[in-house]
């Protein structure tokens, strides 16, 4: 826990120094029951449904502008909250006024089919908000993944319940307040705050809630698949990865080895897109992991607000005890460790949750390390022989997220990109994400695809209408 529970409070402490960073209030289940029913009193009474589109967009316009005028100390929240680099963390305030921005243009731009008539009538579709939506997001990137929901379910015009990780519970309440601020009406988004055991369970079985976006670990998200499917709810779910990436002998190999090292050590790993396998075509197989090695050890370790710093602390001093052991189970596994595997030794960072940069070979592709999500700064490599080894190596995890592929060969990475079984393929580049883009997973990384068209579309839902144009009764056979 990046927390600790003070009576009916969540305490987040800062992972960089130990230190708390804020509090807020648990949400109780009395206080839950009393949240849904002003969310569907505000759903039905308070007219943001009913309004025009654009007139809607004005509003998600109106946050948009509001989160841009405090990125700065939302960013620092942030990074205290949950220790990601200040310069991540602007990136993150700036990638949430976009999806405002965004889906308050799809929100007014959106059409809905007029579909071919076989009779006497006109038919056509509109789009229905499901009502109370539950959006549950993860410590990682919390006004990021915040705004992923929260952009798109209120252009559909939903009420949300917004509960943020309890590991990093402080951006929440500020998304809700800018959102008030600029207009939202009362009970339109609120937060519920707590365990995820407690408070989210409570939360996904509640008889008021009619749809459940979820973004988090595969084991968690198969629970609230199960919670789902037992009320008959729709529900997305954005879940974990192992994602490969791949490195053939034609690539550039300068591009493959920063984007590599990029790829699996931005965020200290802890992104569900991380790369954290390396596939190396096996004649390279030698000099691009010394590469690998030698960007990895010079990475810059550091205080989340140092300038030049490329890695910060995991998100909490639990999740450094994870990653530690996994990285330990790999050892046990036979890998080699060949660069970190531990907690730096500079002394100004002894009180922070850091974890160096890890690289670890010399495992079979099913070894768990292999397999695993660890969530952190741990790199596995592994060499392949040909395209058909490298895509049965790749394809073999329960997960399908992401992948990246460094080849100058167009015709290769068309067949190898259509063949891995991922949601999102990067060729010749890796990591890139855009609001306007669909997200989501292949297998167990997930069902549905945020972001995107997809993304407003995932909290609406379609009715047929049929407006009748017969001039006689209707009979009762044809
Ligand atoms: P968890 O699955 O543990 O938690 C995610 C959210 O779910 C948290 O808010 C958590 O609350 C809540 N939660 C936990 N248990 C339940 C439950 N039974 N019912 C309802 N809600 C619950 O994931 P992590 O927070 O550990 O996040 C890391 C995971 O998220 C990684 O596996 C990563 O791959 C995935 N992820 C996926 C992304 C994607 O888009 N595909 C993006 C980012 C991360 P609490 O923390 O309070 O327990």
Redesign the pocket.
């Known amino acids: 826990m990046n927390t600790s529970s003070v009576a009916e409070e969540l305490v987040s402490i800062n992972p960089a120094n130990g230190e708390e960073a804020g509090r807020v209030p648990v949400t109780d289940p009395d206080a839950l029951d009393a949240a849904v029913d002003r969310a569907w009193r505000a759903f039905r009474d308070s007219g943001w449904k009913d309004l025009l589109p654009h007139r809607r967009a004005a509003v998600l316009r109106a946050i948009a502008e509001r989160l841009a005028a405090e990125k700065e100390p939302l960013a620092t929240l942030q990074m205290r909250d949950n220790g990601k680099p200040l310069s991540e963390c602007r990136g993150m305030v700036d990638y949430a006024v976009g999806a405002f921005q965004y889906y308050a243009s799809a929100c007014e731009t959106l059409e809905t089919d007029v579909t071919p008539s076989r009779g006497e009538y006109l038919s056509f579709t509109v789009l229905e908000p499901h009502g109370v939506v539950a959006a549950?997001?993860?410590?990682?990137?919390p006004i990021m993944?915040d705004a992923t929901k929260v952009a798109p379910a209120l252009a559909a015009g939903n009420a949300v319940l917004l509960?943020?990780?309890?590991?990093s519970p402080l951006l929440a309440p500020q998304l809700m307040r800018i959102a008030l601020e600029a207009g939202l009406p009362e009970g339109m988004l609120q937060v519920v705050q707590?365990?995820?055991?407690d408070i989210?369970?409570a939360?996904?079985g509640h008889s008021g809630v009619r749809m459940i976006s979820?973004?988090?670990?595969?084991?968690?998200?198969r629970?609230?698949g199960r919670?789902a499917a037992d009320r008959i709810v729709p529900v997305a779910l954005?879940?974990?990865?192992k994602s490969p990436h791949v490195v053939f002998a034609d690539a550039n190999r300068e591009h493959a080895v920063a984007a590599v090292v990029a790829g699996i050590f931005g965020s200290a790993g802890q992104?569900?897109v991380a790369g954290s396998r390396v596939f190396i075509e096996q004649g390279i197989y030698a000099p691009v992991l010394d590469a690998i090695l030698e960007r990895t050890k010079a990475i810059r370790v550091d205080m989340p607000d140092a300038p030049g710093v490329e890695m910060g602390p995991l998100s909490s001093f639990h999740h450094r005890e994870r990653v530690d052991a996994f990285v330990r189970r790999a050892g046990q596994e036979g890998g080699r460790l060949l660069c970190g595997g531990g907690a730096p030794e500079d002394p100004r960072l002894g009180r922070g949750a850091f974890y160096l940069p890890t690289v670890i070979d010399g495992l079979g592709p099913g070894a768990a390390t292999c397999q695993e999500?660890a969530?952190g700064p741990v790199l596995a490599a592994l060499p392949f022989r040909d395209e058909k080894d490298l895509i049965a190596q790749a394809n073999g995890t329960a997960f399908g997220?992401a992948c990246g592929i460094w080849t100058e060969s167009f015709k290769r990475a068309w067949r190898v990109g259509r063949a891995l079984e991922a949601g999102s393929v990067w060729i010749n580049t890796y990591k890139q994400s855009v609001t306007s883009t669909p997200?989501?997973?292949f297998k167990s990384?997930?069902i549905g695809r945020?972001k995107g068209l997809n993304g407003l579309r995932l909290y609406a839902q379609v009715k047929s209408m049929y407006f009748g144009l017969q001039e006689t009764p209707l009979p009762v056979a044809k």
């Open positions: 549950i997001t993860p410590w990682n990137s993944n509960k943020p990780s309890e590991d707590g365990r995820g055991a989210g369970t939360l996904v979820f973004t988090g670990g595969t084991t968690t998200g629970a609230i919670a954005e879940l974990g990865g992104s569900c999500e969530f997220l997200f989501g997973g990384s997930g945020e």
